[in-house]
Every structure is written in structure tokens, then in C-alpha cells.
């Protein structure tokens, strides 16, 4: 479960952050979260809420925003969201141009974690 230590690396970073502020209590985390790092929204939340126990970030909210896919092709110049493909219960990305069937493209979004924002209180 690559959550789980994807949160870690995320609560440890805003811990350091709210360390150098002086805050006291953190409220809010936002996070950019690409669809192909294929992260699970329910797992982070849930490992969220078990590490910020005990911490400053014990009251906060993680709130997450999916970035979509988006490639460019060397090939033919397409820019825009690669073809997806359903499986079982979910969507799958091909990582193709759509519009040349290239194999060989440059992925431009949708594969980071970030953090965008924090919301402290600070003393």
C-alpha cells in the first residue's frame, strides 16, 4: 500500500514546515494528486487520519484534487488527455497518442503528488 507511505512523506514534510512557521495547529493540507500515480483517495484519507494522531495536525482536513493525465506527442504535436480503457470497475490510462497511435510520448501532467497549500495557525 503505497499510500500509506506517500502520507507519511507527506505529514512528515508539513510537520517540518509547520516546525520552521512556529505553528500550533495545522487546519487544512491541499494536495494535487495525479491520476497516474494511481494513488487510491480512500486509502490516503484513511492513512491520513491514523498518522495525524497525536499531532498538530490531529483536527486538520486533507483535502485532494485529481489531475488528470496529459500527454504530448514527439510524433505528431497532440497535446491532451491519453485514451483511457475500462476495467472491472475502473478507468485505466493508455499512455499513447491518440491521434497517431505513437507509443513513445511525453507525459506533461497527472503523475506528481503535491502539496499546494497549508492552512496553520501560527502564534
Known amino acids: 500500500m503505497h ?11 508539513v510537520l517540518q514546515l509547520a516546525s520552521e512557521k512556529g505553528a500550533i495547529k495545522v487546519h487544512r493540507i ?4 495525479g491520476e497516474l500515480t494511481f494513488l487510491g483517495l480512500e486509502q490516503m484519507k484513511f492513512s491520513f487520519d ?7 495536525l490531529q483536527d486538520a482536513e486533507l483535502r485532494l484534487n485529481i489531475v488528470k493525465a496529459k500527454i504530448e ?5 497532440y497535446i491532451g488527455s491519453p485514451p483511457d480503457v475500462e476495467e472491472d470497475h475502473f478507468t485505466i490510462p493508455i499512455i499513447q497518442c491518440p491521434k497517431c497511435n505513437a507509443l513513445r510520448v511525453d507525459i506533461i501532467e497527472g503523475k506528481d503528488c503535491i502539496i499546494k497549500g497549508v492552512e496553520m495557525e501560527v502564534n
Open 3 to 13: 499510500e500509506f507511505s506517500t502520507v507519511m512523506g507527506i505529514v512528515e514534510n
Open 30 to 33: 491541499d494536495l494535487d494528486v
Open 50 to 56: 491514523a498518522v495525524k494522531e497525536g499531532t498538530i
Open 73 to 77: 506527442c514527439p510524433e505528431c504535436g
